[in-house]
């Protein structure tokens, strides 16, 4: 198993990766490997955090199969009264492992190598949104408990899917503040017909409702439901 940065020859196996681990996860079909296609010319995208990991293959001509990637995106937190300013920040997602490869803690070594990259990087806090079961094992925590609130919910609330980790401790001492998701992650939500131009140059997939999905259809913002 290799951890490395992402290559433009790797693109859309990739998009095609990240397309097989996100189908009919979330919603009916799947929105993030357009967002990551998109995402790689987005000012806020940082190149030294686009890793992929790959395994030995016999069955791939390079030798190599690419089973993981994650990449990670600039992100603000913005002060609350009486404070005014910004703190910097990043997120990371989507974080993509291959459905054969699944559960067999691939997701999390691919995460730690690169929430110590980050650190390494002088990026002193990670919001995101995701699962607290699993990603507590990476060191994340509520992130109303750091007083870090969630743009899309009361600040009183504890938000179970938003979660945060100072990778350098105590750099959020003294401070209380509001999380916008980056507005790149919304861009197949703002174009939809450039996403289905995109996405019908793979192969058809069938999409399927299914239980613990957030919306029935993948072009629509779950944060506006």
């Not at 996860?25 to 296609?37: D, R, S």
């Not at 070594?109 to 390494?120: N, P, T, V, W």
């Not at 743009?151 to 899917?161: I, N, Q, R, S, W």
Request: proline fraction near 6%; hydrophobic fraction near 35%.
């Amino acid at each position: 198993m290799n951890i490395r940065l992402e290559q433009p020859k790797d693109y859309r196996e990739v998009e095609n990766l990240t397309r097989e681990a996100f189908w009919n996860v979330y919603a009916p079909g799947c929105v993030e490997h357009y967002v990551l296609n998109q995402y790689r010319s987005n000012p806020d995208f940082i190149p030294e955090l686009d890793f992929v990991m790959e395994v030995d293959s016999t069955s791939s001509p390079t030798g190599k199969q690419i089973i993981g990637h994650v990449m990670f995106s600039r992100a603000k937190i913005i002060l609350d009264s009486p404070l005014s300013g910004e703190v910097e920040g990043a997120t990371f997602g989507p974080i993509s492992i291959h459905p054969d490869y699944k559960r067999k803690g691939y997701g999390l070594k691919l995460l730690q190598f690169s929430l110590e990259k980050a650190k390494a990087m002088g990026i002193g806090v990670i919001c995101m949104e995701g699962n607290i079961d699993f990603y507590k094992h990476a060191g994340f925590v509520f992130a109303s408990s750091l007083n870090i609130h969630y743009h899309a919910e009361p600040k009183e609330a504890e938000v179970p899917y938003f979660l945060a980790q100072e990778l350098i401790p105590g750099y959020l001492n003294g401070i209380e503040g509001t999380y916008h998701t980056p507005k790149g992650y919304y861009v197949a939500f703002e174009n939809r017909e450039a996403f289905e131009a995109y996405e019908a140059t793979f192969p058809k997939k069938e999409k399927k409702q299914q239980e613990g999905q957030l919306v029935n259809d993948c072009t629509i913002n779950p944060n506006e439901q």
